[in-house]
Nanobody, 125 residues
Framework: QVQLVESGGGLVQTGDSLRLSCTAS????????MAWFRQAPGKEREFVAA????????YYADSVKGRFTVSRDRAKNTMTLQMNSLKPEDTAVYYC??????????????????WGQGTQVTVSS
């Protein structure tokens, strides 16, 4: 069983930065990726970024490309999301997820079977 715990959310102003962390208590056999999703009030959960262990590649939603950076610390079993130049539209609950998606399904929330509890990010204008 894998448990994911997010931290680092908060209230910031437009243009500020935040750093989110996701610490995994273990790794399920076969899991090959971790990802960040977010969900704003009244909206569906959407893909933000992912890190694939098999090739150390990173993947981003177009809306955050160039502003967000996802990375992984193998020793600490932690994935980090560095968010820069934050905008009010980045306001959401951010979730960490782990699973074994094939590359073409990396951005689909349904393929991840482990989720954290979420951390709130609020960006004021």
């Amino acid at each position: 069983q894998v448990q994911l715990v997010e931290s680092g959310g908060g209230l910031v102003q437009t243009g500020d930065s935040l750093r989110l962390s996701c610490t995994a208590s273990g790794r399920a056999s076969g899991d090959n990726a971790m990802a960040w999703f977010r969900q704003a009030p009244g909206k569906e959960r959407e893909f933000v970024a992912a890190f694939r262990w098999s090739n150390d590649n990173t993947y981003y939603a177009d809306s955050v490309k160039g502003r967000f950076t996802v990375s992984r610390d193998r020793a600490k079993n932690t994935m980090t999301l560095q968010m820069n130049s934050l905008k009010p539209e980045d306001t959401a609950v951010y979730y960490c997820a782990a699973g074994r998606p094939i590359l073409s399904a990396l951005r689909l929330s349904s393929v991840y079977h482990y989720w954290g509890q979420g951390t709130q990010v609020t960006v004021s204008s």
